[in-house]
């Protein structure tokens, strides 16, 4: 079936600096970017989802001088890294920008050199202090006890010509903005943040690097002496990449429906910087910046010196990707901070997907099995506990759109599991198992069989963005043969999507119950 679309929808994800190893950070926000992005898609919305790595800067280039090798030769090699991840982590982009391909290039020198040439942009001297790991200048007042206010590390006082951004007189138009437009920036607490950072005056924002001290970026295309700063370079990537002044087409269709997700740390320049330069360039800004919090590890900091880091496939060796994809959506609501522990995530996997889910798969599939030979029974007439079922699922279907378009991925998870659990309570009252005992109950047996697999068919349809294989192994596993990633919400969420005669294949467990004296070991 091919629905009529539905629109288009356009999500990114930070693109990361290809520089790190990575960690439990990236993979939130990059599978909170896919189960959307697949939610969308099966709401029948032309959808693109675009991610990539942040490969320019002081960092990179120090990497590359220690390892003795060129800075892209460093990146080319870096970035499989978080390539390889995302395939394993069933990451379905359509796109991978990197900083260093020409086609990103080319859009930030086309930017700066309208911006140039329209007088946005003009060199003046800068004197104050630069934090060099930040790769950000501070005045004297910014400092925390003469140290950089965000790493609070040492600075370095540095008096320098460089071109300046007039991100300044954008101010008032940006205050505006946001307070016109109340899911710009979500959640509201970092709106309020925002708004209230907006209440001082606005710098003009410094957007070069003098060669003498940075060679790897991007050339500014007035000055070669100088590179583009690092944070106006890798923002554009979110235009560079649908094909800004290259793919008008495909540029139009995408901009401006994008929704940034981002984690709350790099909240001002994605919200304050961004929508300005998008403004001085004449572009609207996105329609939402999502700010997401952070994972702490077992109640601490994740940081490479407490050696704490959680590596995100390691625990996909451990417990799986779908548990882990599931554990990352559930367990906490998307803009609050979350703790890791492995205690939770074995708790997690046991109660929610191998008893509720796993068991609900197993029994019925085994039971059509035992009782028709693997064949879908014909269901005869509906009882009152058959429709309520139904309407359980129904009423889930309902819910969930707009708890996806308020990012609430773990209260749709949580309704979602309201038709797990109907269904398992649906078979505990029905008991197949006593109407196999009478040949009379068979018509029965056949109905309350045919509507618990239909309520699988539906939950495997809708757990599709959050677990892509489990749910297709359940798709597959109940005899459909019609393809899970071109299903359409609104026509194959009804009721009755199963058809009886198809054939069931014996069931392997979903999710095999982790023992946990045994996890404990192991870890
Ligand atoms: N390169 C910039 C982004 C440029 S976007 C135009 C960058 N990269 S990063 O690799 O350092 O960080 C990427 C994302 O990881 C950020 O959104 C950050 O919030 C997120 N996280 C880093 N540590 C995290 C946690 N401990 N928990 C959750 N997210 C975290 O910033």
Avoid at 81 to 89: G, K
Avoid at 119 to 148: H, M, N, V
Avoid at 191 to 208: K, M, V, Y
Wanted: proline share 6%.
């Amino acid at each position: 079936m091919c629905p009529k679309s539905k629109g288009t929808f356009y999500i990114t994800t930070p693109i990361y600096y290809v520089n790190d190893v990575p960690h439990i950070g990236h993979a939130y926000t990059t599978v909170a970017a896919d189960v959307l992005v697949r939610f969308k898609r099966l709401e029948g919305y032309q959808a693109f989802f675009l991610t990539g790595t942040d490969e320019h800067g002081q960092k990179v280039e120090k990497a590359a001088q220690e390892r003795g090798v060129d800075p892209k030769v460093h990146c080319d090699e870096m970035v499989k890294r978080f390539q390889s991840l995302w395939r394993r982590l069933n990451i379905s982009n359509d796109d991978f920008i990197r900083t260093t391909e020409d086609r990103h290039k080319k859009v930030v020198q086309k930017i700066l050199q309208d911006l140039y040439d329209r007088g946005e942009i003009y060199q003046a001297s800068y004197e104050g202090w630069y934090c060099i790991p930040c790769e950000r200048f501070w005045t004297e007042k910014d400092l925390t006890e003469g140290k950089c206010p965000d790493c609070l590390r040492e600075v370095v006082e540095i008096s320098e010509k460089n071109y300046f951004f007039r991100m300044s007189q954008y101010q008032s138009w940006l205050i505006d903005h946001i307070e016109k437009n109340d899911r710009f920036i979500l959640p509201p607490s970092r709106r309020n943040e925002i708004l209230g950072f907006l209440q001082n005056p606005l710098e003009d924002l410094c957007i070069s690097r003098p060669k003498k001290r940075l060679k790897w970026g991007i050339e500014i295309p007035f000055d070669p002496d100088y590179v583009t700063y690092v944070w106006f370079d890798a923002l554009i990537n979110y235009v560079s990449g649908i094909g800004y002044s290259s793919d008008n087409p495909r540029f139009s269709d995408f901009w401006p429906e994008a929704i940034h997700l981002i984690g709350k740390d790099i909240l001002t320049t994605h919200t304050v910087y961004w929508p300005t330069m998008l403004r001085g360039i004449g572009l609207t800004p996105p329609k939402m910046v999502f700010a997401h919090g952070w994972w702490t590890v077992e109640g601490k900091k994740m940081s490479k010196s407490l050696q704490n880091v959680v590596e995100p496939n390691r625990l996909i060796d451990t417990y799986g990707v779908d548990a882990l994809r599931y554990f990352l959506m559930r367990e906490v609501p998307f803009g609050m901070d979350g703790d890791f522990s492995h205690a939770t995530m074995v708790h997690r996997i046991n109660s929610d997907l191998a008893n509720d889910l796993g068991n609900l798969f197993s029994r019925a599939l085994s039971m059509v099995i035992r009782y028709f030979d693997g064949i879908i029974p014909v269901p005869s007439s509906l009882q009152e506990i058959d429709l309520r079922l139904q309407e359980s699922s129904a009423k889930v279907i309902a819910q969930l759109p707009g708890q996806m378009n308020d990012l609430a991925f773990n209260k749709a998870l949580i309704t979602l599991w309201e038709i797990v659990s109907a269904s398992n309570k649906y078979v505990d009252e029905t008991a197949p198992w006593s109407l196999a005992k009478e040949e009379k109950d068979r018509p029965r047996l056949a109905t309350v069989l045919y509507q618990t697999l239909e309520a699988l068919r539906i939950i495997a349809l809708l757990l599709a963005p959050f677990m892509p294989t489990t749910a297709e192994k359940m798709w597959t596993h109940l005899g459909m043969e019609s393809n899970l990633w071109e299903q359409n919400l609104e026509a194959d969420g009804n009721w009755g999507g199963l058809k009886p005669g198809g054939k069931i294949v014996k069931p392997t467990p979903l999710f095999p119950r982790i023992d946990t004296t045994k996890m404990e070991k192991k870890i």
